[in-house]
């Protein structure tokens, strides 16, 4: 047995004795054996925040911030994000295997994270996924995950580092984010994918229920992946996707989230395209308007050297009827038939290893000059963000 000089000094002052040293290294060898194969990863996420002017920024995308009490809560200053901690084993290669997931997340956008059970979160820490994955022997093998699950619909997701951009767009805040439910994932080949679920709810309540047992939420999506004989094409993807369903206490009318969304890369080296469109469509119902929103997003990803990667985003949003769902803590700062213009650019540089490094300006624009930004002062939304992730 080794021992490190520390435990060797409370050996000699007698506060430990050597047996009782030699058991605790018995019991956690055997704790790691029972454990090898789960592998522990995250991140910190951390931003400083500059808005020109005096104005506070209204910031209603996912994670901005935005409060109906006090908004600009990110504006000026030094911000902790998020912690994200993740256990997990996944599938292995043998029939009938079984892995888990268990993502937690600490800090203040786990209070955004709108999937608490109670519905309302100040605790700085909330389950982002939680679930049991089983391979069943079928084909390719289908993969079910039952728990608590991401979403299957959007060109961005819920952990920053894994998105082109810093700050979240339009089209990602009018998507659920998670469900509680089954989930089938199956690759029929290279070049089609497929996923299909039930969930309790359309929102992220975890464990969210309906007035009658018989309404649930349906969803599916279809990935289609360019194979290598189309040249320059390679790799390109098509997803196709729908939910339907209500939201916990099944109040509101059906909302059905429709979702297309395409990568494609391009004969230079580096640069690529993406294109989604987010569609939420309120069902008819007596006292509640239907108005849809739509969110048009375009991508340029130019990776310009090994560490250097400039990347570009704009959106076109006509706002529909969003009762609560926002991030504005269920207060939506837009009305039926408001238009909004956003620009992103980030430049990323990883100059330190497994560290994320980003600058990011971005612009939002009220096109029909009705003052919805800097908390209903002004038609325009500015920020300046440093954003610095610590993967590991």
């Given at each position: 047995?080794?021992?490190?000089?520390?435990?060797?000094a409370?050996?000699?002052?007698?506060?430990?004795?050597?047996?009782?040293?030699?058991?605790?290294?018995?019991?956690?060898?055997?704790?790691l054996?029972?454990?090898?194969?789960?592998?522990?990863?995250?991140?910190?996420?951390?931003?400083?925040?500059?808005v020109?002017?005096?104005?506070?920024t209204?910031?209603?995308y996912s994670?901005?911030g935005?409060?109906?009490d006090?908004?600009?809560?990110?504006?000026?200053?030094?911000n902790?994000?998020?912690?994200?901690?993740?256990?997990?084993?996944?599938?292995?290669?043998?029939?009938w295997?079984?892995?888990?997931?268990?993502?937690?997340?600490?800090?203040?956008?786990?209070?955004?994270?709108?999937?608490?059970?109670?519905g309302?979160?100040s605790?700085d820490?909330?389950?982002?996924?939680a679930?049991v994955?089983l391979?069943?022997?079928?084909?390719?093998?289908?993969?079910?995950?039952?728990?608590?699950?991401?979403?299957?619909?959007g060109?961005?997701?819920?952990?920053?580092?894994?998105n082109p951009?810093?700050?979240r767009?339009?089209?990602?805040?009018?998507?659920?984010?998670?469900?509680?439910?089954?989930?089938?994932n199956?690759?029929?080949?290279?070049?089609?994918s497929?996923?299909g679920?039930?969930?309790?709810?359309?929102?992220?309540?975890?464990n969210?229920?309906?007035p009658?047992?018989?309404?649930?939420?349906?969803?599916?999506?279809?990935?289609?992946?360019?194979?290598e004989?189309?040249g320059?094409?390679?790799?390109?993807?098509?997803?196709?996707?729908?939910?339907?369903?209500?939201?916990?206490g099944g109040?509101?009318?059906?909302?059905?989230?429709?979702?297309?969304?395409?990568?494609?890369?391009?004969?230079i080296?580096?640069?690529?395209?993406?294109?989604?469109?987010?569609h939420?469509?309120l069902?008819?119902?007596?006292?509640?308007?239907?108005?849809?929103?739509?969110?048009?997003?375009a991508?340029v990803?130019?990776?310009a050297?090994?560490?250097?990667?400039?990347?570009?985003?704009?959106?076109?949003v006509?706002?529909?009827?969003?009762?609560?769902?926002?991030?504005a803590?269920?207060?939506?700062?837009?009305s039926?038939?408001?238009?909004?213009?956003?620009?992103t650019a980030?430049?990323d540089?990883?100059?330190w290893k497994?560290?994320?490094s980003?600058?990011?300006?971005?612009?939002?624009?009220?096109?029909?000059?009705?003052?919805?930004?800097?908390a209903?002062?002004?038609?325009?939304?500015?920020l300046?963000?440093l954003?610095?992730?610590?993967?590991?």
């Amino acid at each position: 047995m080794k021992c490190n000089q520390w435990t060797v000094a409370l050996i000699g002052a007698g506060l430990v004795s050597l047996p009782a040293v030699m058991h605790a290294e018995e019991q956690v060898n055997q704790v790691l054996t029972a454990l090898s194969a789960t592998t522990l990863s995250g991140y910190v996420n951390t931003a400083a925040h500059w808005v020109p002017g005096t104005g506070k920024t209204t910031a209603a995308y996912s994670y901005g911030g935005f409060t109906p009490d006090a908004p600009g809560q990110k504006d000026d200053g030094f911000n902790l994000n998020n912690i994200d901690l993740t256990l997990s084993k996944p599938l292995g290669e043998e029939p009938w295997s079984a892995g888990y997931k268990a993502e937690l997340w600490f800090g203040p956008d786990a209070n955004a994270l709108a999937n608490n059970s109670l519905g309302i979160n100040s605790s700085d820490f909330n389950i982002k996924q939680a679930y049991v994955e089983l391979g069943v022997p079928i084909g390719n093998t289908l993969d079910l995950k039952l728990g608590v699950w991401d979403t299957i619909i959007g060109y961005e997701v819920g952990n920053a580092g894994d998105n082109p951009n810093y700050t979240r767009s339009w089209g990602y805040t009018i998507e659920p984010t998670q469900h509680t439910g089954l989930l089938a994932n199956y690759k029929v080949c290279d070049v089609l994918s497929i996923a299909g679920g039930i969930a309790n709810t359309w929102d992220s309540r975890i464990n969210g229920r309906m007035p009658a047992e018989s309404m649930k939420t349906y969803l599916g999506s279809i990935t289609l992946t360019a194979p290598e004989s189309l040249g320059a094409l390679k790799g390109a993807t098509l997803t196709v996707g729908a939910i339907d369903g209500r939201p916990t206490g099944g109040t509101s009318p059906d909302r059905t989230s429709i979702y297309v969304g395409a990568t494609i890369p391009t004969p230079i080296t580096g640069l690529a395209f993406g294109a989604a469109w987010d569609h939420l469509n309120l069902d008819d119902k007596a006292g509640v308007s239907t108005h849809d929103t739509d969110v048009y997003g375009a991508y340029v990803v130019y990776k310009a050297t090994e560490k250097l990667a400039l990347n570009f985003r704009g959106e076109y949003v006509h706002w529909g009827d969003l009762p609560g769902l926002s991030s504005a803590g269920g207060i939506d700062p837009f009305s039926p038939g408001d238009e909004v213009l956003g620009l992103t650019a980030t430049v990323d540089y990883s100059l330190w290893k497994n560290v994320v490094s980003r600058l990011e300006y971005r612009w939002d624009h009220d096109l029909k000059d009705q003052k919805h930004f800097g908390a209903g002062t002004k038609d325009n939304d500015h920020l300046l963000a440093l954003n610095v992730i610590y993967k590991f």
